[in-house]
């Protein structure tokens, strides 16, 4: 089926560790972004990618890293894994012509331990 | 500086009843309003949205109704429904640079009881 995937759905890490966030679509969407939710917080944009080779901070952006060497993917990466990056992380893509109706893949739930 | 609330954390409806979600916002850049439905252990889906040209937009059971003045907006959902429980987030952009950021709220999480 068409969408957005995330892999992997659950990870435990431990303070410190690095790791990748994987994010693809096959929708063809030039926009690609990543938001985490913490409880009471509502999603907050980490770093969001307007097309192949462009890519920006968002309002979270501090211990991410993001890079998009194609129109599909969009990988997260922890440097240096905290526990105050426990959270789940979900991805989001859309056309960039005015289509704000975003969709979003199912979620990456993280503990950091 | 929150500047889109939902100031219900939580909302509980009769099934056949109608369902209102509140939506506040601060930024008068804001010119796009969406709102996305999140069941638990997915990720969020885009349910209707309104161009601030607008002031009503409706789409089978959901109405979305903006209020420029009082920078308000609401989700009215009619007839509510138990499949209708979910957490609500409302979110706002702005045309200018950096446009294609969504700004969230917090959530309301309505239960629909039958």
């Known amino acids: 089926n068409a969408g957005v995937t995330q892999t992997p759905k659950f990870q435990v890490l431990k303070t410190g560790q690095s790791m990748t966030l994987q994010c693809a679509q096959d929708m063809n969407h030039e926009y690609m972004s990543w938001y985490r939710q913490d409880p009471g917080m509502g999603l907050r944009l980490i770093h969001y990618s307007v097309g192949a080779g462009i890519t920006d901070q968002g309002e979270v952006p501090n211990g991410y890293n993001v890079s998009r060497s194609t129109t599909e993917d969009f990988p997260l990466r922890l440097l240096s894994a905290a526990p105050s990056q426990t959270s789940v992380y979900f991805c989001a893509s859309s056309y960039i012509a005015g289509n704000y109706g975003y969709t979003f893949g199912s979620g990456t739930r993280l503990t950091v331990v | 500086d929150q500047q889109v609330k939902q100031n219900s954390p939580s909302l509980r409806v009769q099934e056949g009843r109608i369902s209102i979600l509140n939506c506040d916002y601060t930024?008068?850049?804001?010119?796009?309003f969406l709102w996305y439905k999140k069941y638990p252990a997915e990720g969020p889906t885009f349910l209707i949205s309104?161009?601030?040209?607008?002031d009503k937009n409706e789409d089978g059971r959901f109405t979305v109704f903006l209020n420029k003045s009082a920078k308000h907006l609401s989700l009215h959902i009619v007839p509510s429904q138990p499949g209708d429980s979910a957490v609500y987030f409302c979110?706002?952009?702005?045309?200018?640079?950096?446009?294609?950021?969504?700004?969230f709220g917090k959530g309301t999480k309505l239960s629909v009881i039958p």
């Open positions: 309104i161009s601030s040209i607008k």
């Open positions: 930024n008068s850049m804001f010119d796009y």
């Open positions: 979110a706002a952009s702005s045309s200018g640079a950096g446009s294609y950021q969504l700004t």
